[in-house]
């Protein structure tokens, strides 16, 4: 299974940019599918998820309100529309989605409930 994440750029600051995420390969089903971003520096974190069946979604609490997090089954495509962005969302963004395993509140944001990782898009918000 290989993740290409694509979308990423520069934005000002209140501005929007949408990330998407095709999975390609050896897919038979998965059972969720994430976002993380990562700056230089700093441990990488989690920002959405959601399950691939019930459609189910989590966000971290710096996302929520700006960013929606919905795929598109039929494509194997999960997206990010982020709105209002800040400079502090500055980073890079990765998917991630996993084969196994059940999201719930207390663990969606682990990054051990990922199998695959895409390499990642950058995303940069002048202020």
């Known amino acids: 299974v290989q993740l290409q994440a694509s979308g990423g750029g520069v934005v000002q600051a209140g501005g929007s940019l949408r990330l998407s995420c095709v999975a390609t390969?050896?897919?038979?089903?998965?059972?969720?599918m994430g976002w993380y971003r990562q700056v230089l520096g700093k441990e990488r974190e989690s920002v959405a998820a959601?399950?691939?069946?019930?459609?189910?979604?989590y966000y971290a609490d710096s996302v929520k309100g700006r960013f929606t997090i919905f795929r598109d089954n039929a494509k194997n495509t999960v997206y990010l529309q982020m709105n209002s962005l800040e400079p502090e969302d500055t980073a890079v963004y990765y998917c991630?989605?996993?084969?196994?395993?059940?999201?719930?509140?207390?663990?969606?944001?682990?990054?051990?409930?990922?199998?695959?990782w895409g390499q990642g898009t950058l995303v940069t918000v002048s202020s």
């Open positions: 991630a989605a996993a084969s196994r395993g059940t999201l719930y509140g207390g663990n969606w944001f682990r990054t051990t409930m990922y199998d695959y």
């Open positions: 390969g050896s897919i038979f089903s998965f059972n969720h």
């Open positions: 959601v399950t691939w069946g019930a459609g189910r979604t």
